[in-house]
């Protein structure tokens, strides 16, 4: 590049290989309708200059965009992952991109990645928040930039949602344990500002409700819903598993009962012979310990894809044509060693 700090322009590249601007054009678009001495001569000019055409521009002064943001909270989480997985397959499918930003449990960070998205002009956004977004969503909505929230029920009915039903996460949890005979449950969680968790305490509260009587419930508290949380939880749980006071566990994330696991074992207490334990987010990070944990799945590839096709629907119809839908799809129990021993859960495979 000899253009000193400035990226090479397209003028510059005809004027370097002494040809019009449209020509440049042409060989950029159009290649086929150049002559070879011509579209060869432009070719290397581009590569002596070091010219990076500025599709962004171009799309933009065409009044349209081929990329859409997607913003989650944790992309260590593989649900975050399966989600961006499933929205950028369907966007190949359509000649499409989808450009990730991760917010990294931090709300201010997820203001910042949705300005940023904002100003980049894309057609329009994902987010997989955590907590209530209105306000951030709102200000960008009206910029023009629909927005699909994944994961997250506003409970408002004025964008299109795609949602995993968290209640019936921790239902199917809970039903679980129930049913290979545990009657003493314990569900570690975090806070209920955070939707999520609140939605699957719901569903174990449920579970044990219709047991009638035969189950009882303890509910620790986290101070977050990563491994340092459930390090601390299970230290306290150690002796009601060895006093016949503890045989079940939930954990309302797949990190939390990785933890749990792992402090139970060097504590001598035996999973799943002792105490099943078992998580709900079906998190690959959570897959490496030594007993294979089980947790109910997510539907994140799904969740991705829905999302991007209705973000598309409302692209194509505009604000006015538009009808809000909410998608809700349906978890699965998987079923692994920590609940039901390595013989029964390879019956499962």
Partial sequence: MQQGDRMPSISDVARHAGVALGTVSNVLNHPAKVAPATLEKVQKAIAELGFVRNSNAQQLAAGRSRSVGLVVIDISNSLFVDIARGAQRHAAELGMNVLVANSDNRIDQQRADLDFFDEARVSGILLAPMEDASEDVARIRRHGRPTVMLNYDTGRGDCCQVLVDNEEVGYLAARHLIDIGRTSLAFVGGRDYLQPVALRRRGVRRAVAEAGGRVTLEEVPTENLDPPGGLRAAEGLVAKVRGG?????????????????????????????????????????????????????????????????????????????????????????????????????LTQL
């Fill in 245 to 345: 006071r503890l045989d079940g566990v939930i954990a309302v994330t797949d990190l939390l009962a990785m933890a749990i696991i792992q402090v139970f074992g060097a504590q001598g207490v035996d999973v799943p012979g002792d105490v099943a334990v078992m998580g709900c987010d079906h998190n690959s990070a959570a897959w490496g310990g030594m007993i294979p944990l089980t947790s109910v799945q997510m539907q994140g590839l799904d969740m991705g894809r829905e999302g991007l096709r209705l973000l598309l629907a409302e692209i194509a119809a505009g604000p006015v044509g538009h009808e809000h839908v909410t998608t809700v799809l349906r978890p699965e129990l998987v079923v692994r060693e920590s609940t039901v021993g390595r013989a029964a859960a």
